[in-house]
């Protein structure tokens, strides 16, 4: 099992701008050996054959047919608009 040093976990969590105190740089340091051991156990199984997956879950795709739609005119959406000249929104110069 690989061990991981409370020095080790002050370094990250200095990286991390966090401020654990001595107890909790050693619960986290026997956390992160449980997790790295467990990861070193998952790397001794034998995945030949096993196809890789990018989610452990089926998706399914949700397919459309690609039709149009009715779109609004440029004068419909300018109608709505607070000012506007024949072709643009005009907005308070901001610069």
């Known amino acids: 099992m690989t061990t991981i040093s409370t ?13 654990p105190d ?7 340091a026997r ?3 449980d997790i790295l051991g467990y990861m070193e ?4 199984l034998d995945t030949t054959g ?3 997956l990018y989610s452990p879950v089926q998706h399914a795709t949700a397919l459309r ?12 959406v300018l109608r ?3 000012e506007a000249d ?3 929104f005009i907005v308070p110069r901001i610069v």
């Open 65 to 76: 047919s690609d039709e149009t739609a009715p779109r609004c005119t440029r004068e419909d």
């Open 80 to 82: 709505n608009a607070p």
């Open 7 to 19: 020095d080790q976990v002050a370094a990250i969590a200095r990286l991390a701008r966090l401020a």
């Open 22 to 28: 001595e107890a909790q740089l050693a619960t986290f």
């Open 50 to 52: 096993v196809e890789p």
């Open 41 to 44: 156990m998952l790397n001794g």
């Open 86 to 88: 024949s072709e643009f």
């Open 31 to 33: 956390q992160f050996g």
